[in-house]
């Protein structure tokens, strides 16, 4: 079976695919449909229930890309929550190498929700993060890593309360650069006394690492840490 999808005029044709018995007639279905979403939205909206079903479905091996559909789907209609939840069943589906409107909105989207559910386990120790969110949030760092994006790295990490990843962008690239970046635009800005605290203490360690540490700058550090 072929569609020659430059030429579809409707996804009615491959929407009634996801209602046949056989497997491969699904799986062809959606592998269309995942391609023609920016066109069709509207129309395969209507029929998001069979999309879901085929996701919830645990003998469907193909569940990531109904998933993945569904999400493209939910973003269209503006409801960023549900896109989201779907990208994080989409698993590997959901490709981060794409630059598209869809893809950067969720991955905004991720590391937003990441960020606040980190600040909330300030005072909620017992509260858990989704598995699958730290998945796509641990793939952004890795993208922006390869790319060399380390300034990205540095205002998101901070802001996530991941020290481990600040150390690690602050240690990959232009290390003074960056570290004056982190000390002079970023440093005020942390809303919470503790996380400054933990910024500036891993500010000192990383200038002490050089041969001629700036020292003027470590003092600006201590100064704000109150240590002498």
């Keep these: 079976m072929s569609v020659q999808l430059d030429t579809l005029n409707s996804a009615g044709g491959l929407l009634s695919l996801l209602d046949e018995e056989e497997r491969e007639l699904q799986y062809y279905g959606l592998a269309q449909l995942d391609l023609v979403t920016d066109r069709f939205w509207t129309e395969i909206s209507d029929s998001i229930s069979k999309i879901e079903i085929l996701y919830e479905d645990e003998t469907f091996e193909h569940r990531q890309l109904a998933a993945l ?13 549900d896109a989201l939840s779907f990208a994080l069943g989409a698993g590997e589906q959901f490709s981060l190498k794409e630059s598209s409107t869809y893809v950067q909105t969720i991955v905004n989207h991720a590391i937003d929700k990441y960020i606040e559910l980190r600040a909330q ?20 760092f ?18 996530a309360r991941r ?48 041969q001629e540490p700036d020292y003027e700058s470590i003092c600006l550090c201590l100064s704000k840490l109150n240590s002498p």
Excluded: P, W
């Design 142 to 159: 890795e993208r922006c890593f390869e790319t060399k994006e380390y300034g990205q790295v540095v205002g998101i990490s901070i802001e």
């Design 69 to 81: 559909v569904a999400s493209k789907i939910y973003f269209h209609l503006g409801e960023f929550d």
């Design 121 to 140: 386990q300030d005072t909620d120790s017992g509260l858990t993060i989704d598995k699958r969110l730290e998945a796509v949030v641990e793939r952004m």
């Design 163 to 210: 020290l481990d990843v600040l150390e690690r962008a602050l240690s990959s690239g232009d290390t003074k650069a960056l570290l004056g970046y982190v000390q002079k635009d970023c440093v005020d800005l942390i809303n919470s006394i503790h996380v400054q605290t933990q910024v500036l203490e891993l500010l000192v360690k990383v200038h002490m690492q050089f």
